[in-house]
């Protein structure tokens, strides 16, 4: 079993930045991606970033620009530095990670956002 603990919520104000940071419990041998998701008040979760065991990285069209995914080495903390900071951006925000050998997936507790406007 492994545990993901999120850090760096906070409520700031539109335009201000924030980095969330995503400890593991272990080493995460296996990884095939991490993840931060996100979610709104009365909206589904959705996934803000992503990191891929080769270092590929995406994002949701609207934080593209404006935040940015990475991680350590070891796969021991994932982080996201979030720039520019608008309302919208205000939700829960929760780390996941998945990995192969053998399958397994997990959650964090997440942290939450808020961005005053």
């Known amino acids: 079993q492994v545990y993901l603990a999120e850090s760096g919520g906070a409520l700031v104000q539109s335009g201000e930045s924030l980095v969330l940071a995503c400890a593991a419990s272990?080493?995460?041998?296996?990884?095939?991606?991490m993840s931060w998701y996100r979610q709104a008040p009365g909206k589904e979760r959705e996934v803000v970033a992503t990191i891929t065991r080769g270092d590929t990285t995406n994002y949701v069209d609207s934080v593209k620009g404006r935040f940015t995914i990475s991680r350590d080495n070891a796969w021991n903390t994932l982080y996201l530095q979030m720039n520019s900071l608008r309302p919208e951006d205000t939700g829960v925000y929760y780390c996941h990670v998945r990995m192969d050998i053998p399958p397994y997936d997990n959650w964090g507790q997440g942290t939450q956002v808020t961005v005053s406007s």
């Open positions: 272990a080493t995460l041998p296996h990884v095939v991606a």
